[in-house]
């Protein structure tokens, strides 16, 4: 089993910036992809970003893209959610979530396993 506990959430001014963490335990972390996704209330869990086993490669969401930058440090089982020129609109639970695959996943369904998810409010 893997286990992943988000943190780094809070309440921000628009324009702040905050960066969220993804601690992994219980297997090989470097063997797995890993996505950072967001749901705001009354929608659905929607992708933000995602990053390979190790580091190379890395995607965004077109909301999240020059804003946004993941990245992971394997020595630390750590994913980091850089989120700066932050809006009222990324208002969200942010989740990391992890799966055994070599390259990233942008889909809810193709990840296993999830962390319980940090609140991040945007004021405006």
């Known amino acids: 089993q893997l286990q992943l506990v988000e943190s780094g959430g809070g309440l921000v001014q628009a324009g702040g910036s905050l960066r969220l963490s993804c601690v992994v335990s219980g297997r090989t972390f470097s063997s797995y992809s890993v996505g950072w996704f967001r749901q705001a209330p009354g929608k659905e869990r929607d992708f933000v970003a995602a990053?390979?086993?190790?580091?190379?490669?890395?995607d965004y969401a077109d909301s999240a893209k020059v804003r946004f930058t993941i990245s992971r440090d394997n020595a630390k089982n750590t994913v980091y959610l850089q989120m700066n020129s932050l809006k009222p609109q990324d208002t969200a639970v942010y989740y990391c979530?992890?799966?055994?695959?070599?390259?990233?996943?942008?889909?809810?369904?193709?990840?296993?396993?999830w962390g319980q998810g940090t609140q991040v409010t945007v004021s405006s």
């Open positions: 979530a992890a799966d055994y695959y070599s390259d990233y996943k942008k889909r809810v369904q193709d990840y296993g396993y």
């Open positions: 990053v390979s086993w190790n580091g190379r490669n890395s």
